[in-house]
């Protein structure tokens, strides 16, 4: 369905973007992986089905250097089709103990480096009358938890952001649409598992129940594969006029 369509998707060595560049290659998607770490694993992952791979290492909180990768990206495989801007971090602490270095760094790696690469990536996308950007945003667009400040900020944000670009190519074959997941066992949620397990002397296993049993009726952790199948609805025929939405998977948690 994707063949000769290129999707960029930030943050995709890992987790959830990775979940959705496998989903994309498979429908034939030319691919730009973004990320740190080890990016040649992701890369032989996507190469293996069958799809183009390139990776450009940009630092989603410096806008240059994602100016550099949307550059790369147009160089490589001539257009970016189908923008995912899925880098996120998180941290967690009250107001008034929140890192102001913290702060900053989701606000610039959550929410304005969707800004940046969106606004480089729709010239071409409006130029071809055709693109899809998917912001993965997160449940906490929808609604708070206690202590993560800057994440709940940057991800309703990141909602805010998703309305207004689709309503400003809404007359085009141009659609931007937000991704809100609940729990998805990423090393990004890892991270909280293993807090909570130290906090509380539980096990490991015990801790991931007690993080599904606060939020998500389901007790179901959401996978990177789902979301990425949500993703290829976005760019399928199917999707062409679903503009500006913010759907939810995430077991029941924001039908509470
Ligand atoms: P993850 O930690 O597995 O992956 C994050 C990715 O972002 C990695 O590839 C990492 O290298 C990259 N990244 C981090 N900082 C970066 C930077 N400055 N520049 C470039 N890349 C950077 O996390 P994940 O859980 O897959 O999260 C992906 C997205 O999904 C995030 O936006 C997150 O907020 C969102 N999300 C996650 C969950 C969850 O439960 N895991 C739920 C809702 C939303």
Redesign the pocket.
Known sequence: MLKNKTALI????????LGIAKALARQGANIVL????DAEGPKADIAALGAQVAYHG????KPAEIEDMMRFAAAHFGRVDILVN?????HVARVEDFPVDKWDAIIA??LSSAFHASRLALPAMRAANWGRIIN?A???GLVASAEKSAYVAAKHGVIGLTKVTALENATSGVTCNAIC????L????QKQVDAKAAALGISNEDAKKQLLGEKEPSMQFTTPEELGELAVFFCSPAGNNVRGVAWNMDGGWVAQ
């Open positions: 930030t943050g995709s060595t890992s987790g959830i973007g973004n990320g740190f770490g940009a630092d989603m909180s899925n880098a996120g971090i998180q790696i959550n993965v997160s449940v906490h997941p609940g729990w998805v990423t090393p990004l949620v």
